[in-house]
């Protein structure tokens, strides 16, 4: 529990039957209980409201992520395109330039 061993729980035992005394403790405990329950509510709360929108960001980058790629695939079709015109064109005026 906490990383503490039962040596170390007993003290924290003693010295809160020493501050508190026997009849505050059992109340002190409560509070303490309560508080800490009240924590992990908040806590899975906040975990169930922000898991959703972390989510749908991480589809919108894969989204992005895609068009990224089919636009870069594109824009080398257009160079490679571009490429081989030009290298028709230039054959072509060699040629009529032979003749």
Do not use: W
């Not at 501050?19 to 975990?47: C, H, M, N, S």
Request: hydrophobic share 40%.
């Amino acid at each position: 529990m906490f990383g503490l061993g039962a040596g170390e729980i007993l003290i924290i035992l003693v010295i809160g039957f020493l501050l508190f005394g026997p009849k505050q403790l059992p109340e002190v405990g409560r509070q303490i209980g309560k508080a800490v329950k009240g924590f992990k509510e908040t806590a899975e709360d906040l975990r169930k409201s922000v898991e959703p929108e972390i989510n749908m960001i991480q589809q919108e980058v894969k989204m992005v992520e895609q068009d990224f790629q089919a636009s870069i695939k594109d824009a080398e079709e257009q160079i490679n395109a571009a490429g081989k015109q030009a290298d028709d064109g230039a054959k072509s005026i060699s040629q009529s330039g032979q003749a």
